[in-house]
């Protein structure tokens, strides 16, 4: 069977030879009257209409590392050909040489019909081309196992808030207890935002994401034994699992700052945030059946044993950084480091340097205003359902999964869209700048128009669109710690999440305070306000140039 048709000018250029015989060309160009088909084990020589045509003595086809969706064949095929006959020889597993040969019909060399020659391949480097599997860059396959890990983070995360409902009821907890058994998490999760980033940037990314994820499994795996053990245990699980989860975006940013080149940092981010919040849907859609079959603990014993078919994953086929990697191409090597020699971990935090810089402040700041805005949109959404647009429950529940799902869809727009305008061109400051503003003002725009809608449907497609928009941050503020600070981006990834951790605590706090004095339009003034401050200041003060070497 034929493995591709006509070899056009398109790609290869034009095959050339005439008559009962091949032409021979040199480095010039030269009139064609052939075409060349290629089968698997077959190269046929056969003549048409004369075509106009020019053929490099040596030609190349290689396709580019640049896409990711794209297989690569390494192999490079030369062509030599005679007056009188095509003839064949058999060729390495890089190049395939057609010699000229002074013999008569050799083998390989069958004459047709009218006398011209017709070279059959009979062995060749496409029996010895690897599986597309193999072909498929490397640098990719760190992003989709990231992206595995996230996915496993918040169905880990999520599964709690499903089944506290059974287990408050067969323990008789009160509502105060269960809100100290959700918060628990964070005193854990806090804890390691900072150190999280220090470790991966001194051991890499792949020991520290890997103890994070074994870890938060373990402690999800043992959540119902600590729950029968008594709420004190339950506590310090919960507590262990939150350092667990606080290493993984540190050391995540460490990684894909040494494994994915500029042009592809906004859509590999974006992709592996996706996971979060897929990991979020998934969670909240098995777990009720989970629960439902098989009682709550299956929950806490499926999700976690999840994670050890990804940890054997992460052993086999993550590396930390790309010169750590035996089986890298020295193609895709150049396509990441592009040019330059990787560097070795960082051995001291020059925390002095890095606190004094106006940029990794607008980090912060800006990170801060954004999750505060996040947090209680989704803490509160499935109240605001029920006691604003009057759902049942069960409305709220699957209406929770619409922003979610939002995110997900528009965080990858959002990353091809900043890598599209950094490709053509446009500076990386203005694109962070452009990305991060969407991901503000939308948002706001969104949040502030809730007090007009006069439907409950106005109102969701309100909130969809409002987390929609805020999906775009992933190409601005989340991909920034790479673009100021590469060596760095684990520790200021550490600094400014722990600003968006406390601005979450704190603004879930606060909304139930305002809520009792106020109303959900005060609720979503105080989110407008920090969105429209964190603008003003991401705006003045941020930058996509490196600022820490």
């Given at each position: 069977?034929?493995?591709?048709?006509?070899?056009?000018?398109?790609?290869?250029?034009?095959?050339?030879?005439?008559?009962?015989?091949?032409?021979?060309?040199?480095?010039?160009?030269?009139?064609?009257?052939?075409?060349?088909?290629?089968?698997?084990?077959?190269?046929?020589?056969?003549?048409h209409q004369p075509l106009q045509a020019s053929l490099q003595n040596e030609l190349r086809h290689r396709t580019s590392l640049g896409c990711f969706l794209q297989p690569r064949m390494d192999s490079t095929i030369r062509?030599?050909?005679?007056?009188?006959?095509?003839?064949?020889?058999?060729?390495?597993?890089?190049?395939?040489?057609?010699?000229?040969?002074?013999?008569?019909?050799?083998?390989?060399?069958?004459?047709?019909?009218?006398?011209?020659?017709?070279?059959?391949?009979?062995?060749?480097?496409?029996?010895?081309?690897?599986?597309?599997?193999?072909?498929?860059p490397r640098r990719w396959v760190i992003v989709l196992l990231c992206f595995a890990s996230f996915l496993l983070c918040n169905m880990d995360r999520v599964n709690m808030s499903i089944a506290i409902l059974p287990m408050?009821?067969?323990?008789?907890?009160?509502?105060?207890?269960?809100?100290?058994?959700?918060?628990?998490?964070?005193?854990?999760?806090?804890?390691?935002?900072?150190?999280?980033?220090?470790?991966?940037?001194?051991?890499?990314?792949?020991?520290?994401?890997?103890?994070?994820?074994?870890?938060?499994?373990?402690?999800?795996?043992?959540?119902?034994?600590?729950?029968?053990?008594?709420?004190?245990?339950?506590?310090?699980?919960?507590?262990?699992?939150?350092?667990?989860?606080?290493?993984?975006?540190?050391?995540?940013?460490?990684?894909?700052?040494?494994?994915?080149?500029?042009?592809?940092?906004?859509?590999?981010?974006?992709?592996?945030?996706?996971?979060?919040?897929?990991?979020?849907?998934?969670?909240?859609?098995?777990?009720?059946?989970?629960?439902?079959?098989?009682?709550?603990?299956?929950?806490?014993?499926?999700?976690?044993?999840?994670?050890?078919?990804?940890?054997?994953?992460?052993?086999?086929?993550?590396?930390?950084?790309?010169?750590?990697?035996?089986?890298?191409?020295?193609?895709?090597?150049?396509?990441?480091?592009?040019?330059?020699?990787?560097?070795?971990?960082?051995?001291?935090?020059?925390?002095?340097?890095?606190?004094?810089?106006?940029?990794?402040?607008?980090?912060?700041?800006?990170?801060?205003?954004?999750?505060?805005?996040?947090?209680?949109?989704?803490?509160?959404?499935?109240?605001?359902?029920?006691?604003?647009?009057?759902?049942?429950?069960?409305?709220?529940?699957?209406?929770?999964?619409?922003?979610?799902?939002?995110?997900?869809?528009?965080?990858?727009i959002g990353g091809w869209i900043a890598d599209t305008l950094v490709s053509r061109g446009l500076s990386i400051t203005n694109v962070r700048k452009i990305m991060q503003s969407i991901g503000f003002l939308g948002p706001?725009?969104?949040?502030?128009?809730?007090?007009?809608?006069?439907?409950?449907?106005?109102?969701?497609?309100?909130?969809?669109?409002?987390?929609?928009?805020?999906?775009?941050?992933?190409?601005?503020?989340?991909?920034?710690?790479?673009?100021?600070?590469?060596?760095?981006?684990?520790?200021?990834?550490?600094?400014?999440?722990?600003?968006?951790?406390?601005?979450?605590?704190?603004?879930?706090?606060?909304?139930?305070?305002?809520?009792?004095?106020?109303?959900?339009?005060?609720?979503?003034?105080?989110?407008?306000?920090?969105?429209?401050?964190?603008?003003?200041?991401?705006?003045?003060?941020?930058?996509?140039?490196?600022?820490?070497?």
């Amino acid at each position: 069977m034929a493995l591709g048709g006509l070899i056009s000018n398109r790609n290869l250029g034009s095959f050339i030879g005439s008559g009962n015989g091949c032409q021979r060309l040199g480095k010039s160009r030269s009139e064609v009257s052939n075409r060349v088909m290629l089968f698997p084990n077959a190269l046929l020589c056969r003549n048409h209409q004369p075509l106009q045509a020019s053929l490099q003595n040596e030609l190349r086809h290689r396709t580019s590392l640049g896409c990711f969706l794209q297989p690569r064949m390494d192999s490079t095929i030369r062509f030599r050909n005679s007056f009188k006959e095509c003839g064949i020889s058999k060729i390495n597993r890089s190049r395939a040489y057609y010699k000229s040969e002074d013999s008569d019909i050799t083998e390989g060399v069958v004459p047709s019909a009218d006398g011209s020659a017709e070279a059959i391949l009979v062995e060749g480097n496409l029996q010895n081309a690897s599986p597309w599997w193999q072909q498929f860059p490397r640098r990719w396959v760190i992003v989709l196992l990231c992206f595995a890990s996230f996915l496993l983070c918040n169905m880990d995360r999520v599964n709690m808030s499903i089944a506290i409902l059974p287990m408050s009821q067969e323990y008789n907890w009160s509502s105060a207890t269960v809100g100290l058994i959700q918060s628990s998490f964070f005193w854990g999760y806090l804890l390691t935002q900072i150190l999280g980033g220090i470790w991966a940037d001194k051991f890499g990314g792949k020991v520290v994401l890997g103890f994070g994820v074994v870890w938060w499994s373990f402690a999800t795996i043992m959540t119902p034994i600590a729950a029968r053990l008594g709420l004190p245990f339950l506590l310090v699980v919960r507590a262990f699992m939150g350092i667990g989860e606080g290493v993984a975006m540190p050391a995540m940013n460490n990684m894909l700052s040494k494994w994915i080149p500029v042009s592809e940092r906004s859509r590999s981010l974006a992709l592996v945030y996706s996971g979060m919040y897929l990991g979020s849907v998934t969670g909240l859609a098995f777990s009720p059946m989970l629960i439902h079959k098989f009682g709550w603990p299956s929950v806490f014993y499926s999700f976690g044993s999840l994670g050890s078919i990804w940890f054997l994953l992460w052993l086999k086929f993550a590396y930390s950084s790309p010169k750590d990697d035996p089986g890298l191409s020295e193609e895709e090597k150049k396509v990441i480091l592009g040019g330059s020699k990787p560097r070795e971990p960082v051995t001291v935090i020059p925390w002095k340097l890095i606190l004094s810089k106006p940029p990794v402040w607008a980090l912060i700041i800006s990170h801060f205003c954004h999750n505060w805005g996040t947090f209680i949109l989704l803490t509160w959404m499935p109240t605001y359902y029920n006691q604003v647009l009057k759902f049942n429950l069960t409305e709220s529940g699957l209406l929770c999964v619409l922003p979610w799902l939002t995110m997900a869809v528009f965080a990858n727009i959002g990353g091809w869209i900043a890598d599209t305008l950094v490709s053509r061109g446009l500076s990386i400051t203005n694109v962070r700048k452009i990305m991060q503003s969407i991901g503000f003002l939308g948002p706001a725009f969104f949040l502030s128009q809730l007090s007009h809608v006069k439907t409950p449907a106005m109102a969701v497609l309100c909130m969809a669109c409002s987390q929609g928009s805020d999906a775009f941050s992933q190409s601005g503020l989340y991909s920034n710690h790479q673009d100021i600070g590469p060596r760095y981006a684990g520790v200021l990834l550490g600094l400014s999440n722990t600003a968006g951790v406390l601005a979450g605590v704190f603004g879930t706090a606060a909304t139930g305070y305002i809520l009792q004095r106020g109303s959900w339009d005060d609720v979503f003034k105080v989110a407008v306000a920090l969105y429209l401050i964190g603008t003003l200041v991401w705006n003045l003060f941020a930058t996509g140039e490196k600022i820490l070497d």
